[in-house]
Structure formats: structure tokens, C-alpha cells
Nanobody, 124 residues
């Protein structure tokens, strides 16, 4: 079992940066790939980025490639999402989630453990 807590959200102007953190409790953290998802008002939750257990595999949704960077520090049981060049369309609640082996990386069905979310608001 693993519990996840996100932090680092806030209000930023377009073009600005934020770094989100996802800190996990539980000794099994390093055995999970971890993904970031986001959900804007009235929209479905969408995949943003994923990092594998040992950071050798990274995936990003096309809309954030070149602007967002996912990383992890297993010693600190923390996954980060560095978000640069933010746009108003990045406004959403951001969630981190731990993924079970197998299944697609972009489907929420393959992530049984979720944090509570952190709000990111980008003003124009």
C-alpha cells in the first residue's frame, strides 16, 4: 500500500513556472511507476506524464512536451513535475498516482493509488 500527497500548486502568470511534488509513504514506493494527471473543470481527467520505477522510461502528453519535466528521487520517496512556460490551458487540479505493472500508461484504470490533488491556476 502507498499513500500519496501532492504539493506545490498555486497561481502563476502565463509563461511562469511551478514545481509540483508528490511525496509517498510506504516502503514500496520504489516499486511503482508514477504518473501525473490533471483535471480541468467540466473535463475528464487526462494523463500528463509518467516516470518508471528507475527513471529510465518517461512519457508525456504531446501538449506538455518540451515544457514539463517529470523526475523522481526514490530516497526521498518523491516524484516531481517541473512545469515551465505555463499556459492558461494548463489550469487544472493535478494528481499523482502510482501505477500497477502492465496496462496502458495513460489509463486511470491502471493507477489504484491516488493523491488528493493540488490546484494549478495559470492567468493570462
Amino acid at each position: 500500500q502507498v499513500q500519496l500527497v501532492e504539493s506545490g500548486g498555486g497561481l502563476v502568470q502565463a509563461g511562469g513556472s511551478l514545481r509540483l511534488s508528490c511525496t509517498a509513504s510506504g516502503r514500496t514506493f520504489s516499486s511503482y511507476a508514477v504518473g501525473w494527471f490533471r483535471q480541468a473543470p467540466g473535463k475528464e481527467r487526462e494523463f500528463v506524464a509518467l516516470i518508471s520505477r528507475n527513471s529510465d522510461i518517461l512519457y508525456y502528453v504531446d501538449s506538455v512536451k518540451g515544457r514539463f519535466t517529470i523526475s523522481r528521487d526514490n530516497a526521498k520517496t518523491t516524484v516531481y513535475l517541473q512545469m515551465n512556460s505555463l499556459k492558461p490551458e494548463d489550469t487544472a487540479v493535478y494528481y499523482c498516482a502510482a501505477k500497477v505493472p502492465g496496462g496502458t500508461f495513460y489509463s486511470t484504470w491502471n493507477y489504484p493509488h491516488w493523491g488528493q490533488g493540488t490546484q494549478v491556476t495559470v492567468s493570462s
